[in-house]
């Protein structure tokens, strides 16, 4: 069994800041990548950033130089901070990790259940 329980979204005014956490417990192995992903109201859920298992990084091109993912192995958290924020912004936010419960480690995706974020302008 693996939980993923997501932390701090809000509400925030255009410019400001949140960072989100996502920490992973439970019978794990290993985590793969993590990533972030959101869906606004009315839109396919899309990618917003991964980060592998050796600390690479990919991002979107709306969020790219505004928002950070960063990991912490050791708490099995992933985080987004969140710069610069803007209307457009507006979503829920999904975690996603891909983790292996036992060894050899071939992981699963595991999905949080999101954190909604919402940008005032």
């Known amino acids: 069994q693996v939980q993923l329980v997501e932390s701090g979204g809000g509400l925030v005014q255009a410019g400001g800041s949140l960072r989100l956490s996502c920490a992973a417990s439970g019978s794990i192995f290993s985590i793969n990548h993590m990533g972030w992903f959101r869906q606004a109201p009315g839109k396919q859920r899309e990618l917003v950033a991964t980060?592998?298992?050796?600390?690479?990084?990919n991002y979107a091109d709306s969020v790219k130089g505004r928002f950070t993912i960063s990991r912490d192995n050791a708490k099995n958290t992933v985080y987004l901070q969140m710069n610069s924020l803007k209307p457009e912004d507006t979503a829920v936010y999904y975690c996603n990790l891909n983790i292996a419960t036992h060894p050899p480690g071939l992981g699963m995706d595991y999905w949080g259940k999101g954190t909604l974020v919402t940008v005032s302008s």
């Open positions: 980060i592998t298992s050796g600390g690479s990084t």
